[in-house]
C-alpha cells in the first residue's frame, strides 16, 4: 500500500470511510476503502459520552490499537483528535500515541481548550467564542510537527472551524494562509451548508493565491449535492465521510430493540431482515 503522502499526490480523490472499531473498519477494508476516519463524535456517541470533549486520547488509542491489531497497517487511519486534547502537553502526548500506534494523520480543530465542545453542525454564529487563538493553535501544530519529525509516521491535519462559525469568506483564506506558513500537512475545512458554493470560494482563492496544502472535506451535510470529482477540481484531495455508519444504525437499532421487546414470539420478528449467525461467522476476515 502506498503511504499516504503519495496517495493524496494522485489524480482522484481519498474516500475515507466511518469506521471506530475493529468490526466496522474490516468491513470498510473488504468493500475497498483504502482510508477510515475515526471521528470523535461517532466514537462519543458508541461509548455514550456527550461529544463535549469527554472523550480523551486515550479513548482514542484504544479504537486504534485494535483496528490495527486486527488489519495491520492495511489500511490507512484517519483521526479526528479534537483540539488536542487539552493542553499544549497533552497535544504532545497525542501525537507520541498516535505515531506510535501508526496512525496516518491526525487532525486538530481550532476550538478552545477548556471549554465544552458544541458540535460543529449545531453550531452558529453565537458560538464563535470557541475557536482558539492563533498563538495558541499555532504552538499546538508546531508541538506536533515536532513529535512527527521525530517518528516520521504520523501526518498534522488542522481542521478550521471559521466558516461554520459564520466568519466571512476572505477572513477564512486569511486564516489558511498563516496557518500554511508553519507547515500543516492537511487544511480541513469545515462546512454545514447544504450547499458549498462558500467551500469552493475558500478553496478557489486559496488555490489562486497559494495552494501548496492540500485540502479536506467533510461531506456531511453537502454531499448529496455535489460529485466527488467537483470537490477534487476544487483543491480537496480527501474526502471524509464521518459518521454514515452509525447514523444509519441508530435509525433501525431503536426500532429493533422496540420491535424484540414487543414481539410475540421469542425473538424471532427480525430474522428475515438480518444477517444469521452463520453468515457472521463465514464473513471475509
Known amino acids: 500500500m502506498k503511504n499516504l503522502r503519495e496517495r493524496i ?18 468491513e470498510a477494508y473488504n468493500a475497498g476503502a483504502e482510508a477510515i476516519w475515526i471521528g470523535s463524535f461517532e466514537l462519543s456517541t458508541r461509548l455514550g459520552i456527550e461529544d463535549s470533549y469527554i472523550l480523551g486520547a486515550t479513548d482514542m488509542f ?9 488489519l495491520g497497517d492495511k489500511i490507512h487511519i484517519i483521526v479526528d483528535a479534537d483540539n488536542g486534547y487539552g493542553g499544549l502537553k497533552s497535544v504532545e502526548n497525542a501525537f507520541r500515541g498516535f505515531n506510535i500506534l501508526g496512525v496516518d494523520l491526525a ?8 471549554i465544552d465542545k458544541v458540535n460543529s453542525l449545531e453550531s452558529s454564529v453565537e458560538y464563535k467564542n470557541q475557536l482558539e487563538s492563533f498563538d495558541k493553535l499555532k504552538r499546538k ?18 481542521r478550521i ?4 462559525m459564520g466568519q466571512n469568506i476572505k477572513k477564512v483564506v486569511n486564516l489558511i494562509l498563516e496557518i500554511e506558513k508553519y507547515e500543516p500537512d492537511i487544511i480541513l475545512i469545515h462546512e454545514k451548508l447544504s450547499n458549498p458554493n462558500r467551500l469552493f470560494e475558500v478553496a478557489d482563492a486559496y488555490n489562486k493565491i497559494s495552494g501548496s496544502i492540500p485540502l479536506a472535506a467533510v461531506t456531511t451535510t453537502y454531499g ?27 435509525s433501525y437499532s431503536k426500532n429493533d430493540y422496540y420491535t424484540l421487546l414487543n414481539d410475540k414470539t421469542a ?19
Open 9 to 26: 499526490l494522485e489524480h482522484k480523490p481519498l474516500v475515507v470511510l466511518p469506521a471506530v472499531d475493529a468490526f466496522c473498519a474490516k
Open 62 to 70: 484504544y479504537s486504534i490499537f485494535n483496528i490495527r491489531k486486527s
Open 107 to 114: 487532525f486538530i480543530e481550532n476550538k478552545k481548550t477548556g
Open 141 to 158: 501544530l508546531q508541538i506536533a510537527k515536532e513529535v512527527q519529525k521525530q517518528f516520521n509516521k504520523t501526518m498534522v491535519g488542522i
Open 161 to 164: 472551524e471559521n466558516l461554520v
Open 224 to 250: 448529496r449535492n455535489v460529485s466527488k470529482e467537483d470537490l477534487f477540481q476544487h483543491g480537496f484531495k480527501i474526502l471524509i465521510y464521518p459518521n454514515h455508519h452509525i447514523r444509519r444504525e441508530y
Open 267 to 285: 425473538g424471532g420478528a427480525l430474522d428475515d431482515l438480518i444477517s444469521s449467525p452463520l453468515e457472521l461467522l463465514k464473513r471475509k476476515k
